[in-house]
T-cell receptor, first 114, second 116 residues
Framework: DQQVKQNSPSLSVQEGRISILNCDYTNSMFDYFLWYKKYPAEGPTFLIS?????DKNEDGRFTVFLNKSAKHLSLHIVPSQPGDSAVYFC?????????????FGKGTHLIIQP | NAGVTQTPKFRILKIGQSMTLQCTQDMNHNYMYWYRQDPGMGLKLIYY???????DKGEVPNGYNVSRSTTEDFPLRLELAAPSQTSVYFCASINGLTGAGVGELFFGEGSRLTVL
């Protein structure tokens, strides 16, 4: 059973428009959420994160929103640029403070159309 | 600024063969991880280590072994390779604080393994 779900395998957006990537989770013990970006033949790279005590975190063109009651988070990219075309993974950390890494979603392939 | 380095980047194995995927990091991170990513799937944790001499199983450890003799190196060994181990393997590290959990992991570029 997936604890972190990204239900859209792919998303196509026009350059300059807003890209919205969604992520749902089921584990109430998650206290920290991250988005990673992955280009082909490269490893994932950290993009932005949010603590469960916040509902929004912004970094330049990237904003992550967290709705704890709905167990939902989203990544907004405004404006979308061609270099944003990549696979985006949502990840979550358990609040138990253990070292056993992050739980990842399956990823959403974002395609920015010129 | 090498970060996390994985070798080899590509490898084809025959069923039953064994091999070791190498991972080394130069950031003096204490926590290290091995994940695998199957097509269309997220990353699944194979093994992790919180320091030299300490390793622990993740979600999918069967068919793999690890060791951590130094802070820098965390090799992943596949014994008796099977087609189900065809995947892309990622090593990651972080300077973890005991009790605080992990945050932003630093990943290597990946090792693509095919077992035929």
């Amino acid at each position: 059973d997936q604890q972190v779900k990204q239900n859209s395998p792919s998303l196509s957006v026009q350059e300059g428009r807003i890209s919205i990537l969604n992520c749902d989770y089921t584990n109430s013990m998650f206290d920290y959420f991250l988005w990673y970006k992955k280009y082909p033949a490269e490893g994932p790279t950290f993009l932005i994160s949010i603590s469960s005590i916040k509902d929004k975190n912004e970094d330049g063109r990237f904003t992550v929103f967290l709705n704890k009651s709905a167990k939902h988070l989203s990544l907004h990219i405004v404006p979308s640029q061609p270099g944003d075309s990549a696979v985006y993974f949502c990840a979550a950390r358990d609040s138990g403070g253990g070292a056993d890494g992050l739980t990842f979603g399956k990823g959403t392939h974002l395609i920015i159309q010129p | 600024n090498a970060g996390v380095t994985q070798t080899p980047k590509f490898r084809i194995l025959k069923i039953g063969q064994s091999m070791t995927l190498q991972c080394t990091q130069d950031m003096n991170h204490n926590y290290m991880y091995w994940y695998r990513q199957d097509p269309g799937m997220g990353l699944k944790l194979i093994y992790y280590s919180v320091g030299a001499g300490i390793t622990d199983k993740g979600e999918v450890p069967n068919g793999y072994n690890v060791s951590r003799s130094t802070t820098e190196d965390f090799p992943l060994r596949l014994e008796l390779a099977a087609p189900s181990q065809t995947s892309v393997y990622f090593c990651a590290s972080i300077n973890g604080l005991t009790g605080a959990g992990v945050g932003e992991l630093f990943f290597g570029e990946g090792s693509r393994l095919t077992v035929l």
